[in-house]
């Protein structure tokens, strides 16, 4: 799973950049979606509740930020690729929220913030393995 010419190196060109604008944009997505949960929560009394919404919906972006740290030695292939999903995600949450929280009113708004993390960490459990076995698939001599 890994590339011997990304090992010890920086990341540089448009790996480099891209890895940029995943790192900025995951804080700010993480705080966006939360911030977007507490405004479609506002009206609920429960901190406790409104707590452990705010966790569940930060932990794609926990795990991503995890992701990060070990991809060090991933291919280059990988790593792009989990820095696409970090903005895929980041993105597709913003707009999903954002849609709820601050679209017209609807009833059983949470359902979203229940079951977009779910699908969040699916995505990545399913798209960043796939990209290493392709990625080592075709480091391979033939």
Request: include cysteine.
């Amino acid at each position: 799973m890994t590339s011997k010419v990304s090992l010890g190196r920086p990341e540089s060109g448009f790996l480099g950049l891209l890895r940029a604008a995943a790192l900025i944009a995951l804080p700010a997505g993480a705080a966006g979606s939360v911030g977007l949960m507490l405004h479609a929560g506002r009206r609920n009394n429960s901190r406790i509740l409104l707590l452990l919404f705010a966790l569940w919906v930060l932990s794609p972006f926990m795990a991503l930020v995890l992701a990060s740290v070990v991809s060090k030695r991933w291919s280059v292939y990988t790593r792009a690729t989990l820095y696409c999903l970090m903005l895929v995600l980041t993105l597709g949450s913003l707009a999903i929220y954002g849609d709820i929280a601050l679209g017209p009113p609807r009833a059983k708004t949470a359902v979203v913030f229940v079951v977009v993390p779910p699908a969040s960490w699916l995505l990545l459990a399913t798209v960043v393995p796939i990209a290493a076995l392709i990625s080592s698939r075709r480091s391979r001599p033939r």
